[in-house]
T-cell receptor, first 114, second 111 residues
Framework: DAGVTQSPTHLIKTRGQQVTLRCSPI?????VSWYQQVLGQGPQFIFQ???????GRGNFPDRFSARQFPNYSSELNVNALLLGDSALYLC?????????????FGQGTRLTVV | QKEVEQDPGPLSVPEGAIVSLNCTYSNSAFQYFMWYRQYSRKGPELLMY????GNKEDGRFTAQVDKSSKYISLFIRDSQPSDSATYLCATNLSGSEKLVFGKGTKLTVNP
């Protein structure tokens, strides 16, 4: 069975640009969460979506937005990119919104802002 | 005070050693406690999770939670070079979507 898949794996963007990252959860999983991991730090929670509704939001500016589609895949959008947005962006899926003890992560999208 | 504190290491041990990795947390309401392994440039991989206090064993790995002291541990027996990775502890509130992670401890097991 396929795990959580994220695309693209690597991305280089210029300051001020916009980026869209994509995530496909494990088959049967309805909850998707997004995390940002800066080098040398643990992942930081950005969003959680369940059944296409936002269920949680971390302490990130409004430049960050996300959505979930009927097939439970998800997109994370970041506008007006800053150098500090350079990080590994991780998507995690879980069976439902309560099952976060068993969240499975994708390989991440490494975003570099220059 | 950070919600989850974890010594970033690095930690270097010889093959076959017993490894002890530790985290402390500040919120006594945290209920689930997870350990993830992250290889370089990869996503975190869930090793095991425990609910509330107690021990849980899975092969060479044992997770331990002491809620009275807000202390969580992961023990690795008979460590192997393939165990070389960054180990992340994480926790969350019951019913909460948000996982709170430590910084991670970088472990190297030398052959």
């Amino acid at each position: 069975d396929a795990g959580v898949t994220q695309s693209p794996t690597h991305l280089i963007k210029t300051r001020g640009q916009q980026v869209t990252l994509r995530c496909s959860p494990i088959s049967g999983h309805k909850s998707v969460s997004w995390y940002q991991q800066v080098l040398g730090q643990g992942p930081q929670f950005i969003f959680q979506y369940y059944e296409k509704e936002e269920r949680g939001r971390g302490n990130f500016p409004d430049r960050f937005s996300a959505r979930q589609f009927p097939n439970y895949s998800s997109e994370l959008n970041v506008n007006a990119l800053l150098l500090g947005d350079s990080a590994l962006y991780l998507c995690a899926s879980s069976l439902d919104s309560r099952g976060v003890a068993e969240a499975f992560f994708g390989q991440g999208t490494r975003l570099t802002v220059v | 005070q950070k919600e989850v504190e974890q010594d970033p290491g690095p930690l270097s041990v010889p093959e076959g050693a017993i490894v002890s990795l530790n985290c402390t947390y500040s919120n006594s309401a945290f209920q689930y406690f997870m350990w993830y392994r992250q290889y370089s440039r990869k996503g975190p991989e869930l090793l095991m999770y425990t609910y509330s206090s107690g021990n849980k064993e899975d092969g060479r790995f044992t997770a331990q939670v002491d809620k009275s002291s807000k202390y969580i541990s992961l023990f690795i027996r008979d460590s192997q070079p393939s165990d070389s990775a960054t180990y992340l502890c994480a926790t969350n509130l019951s019913g909460s979507e948000k996982l709170v992670f430590g910084k991670g401890t970088k472990l190297t097991v030398n052959p």
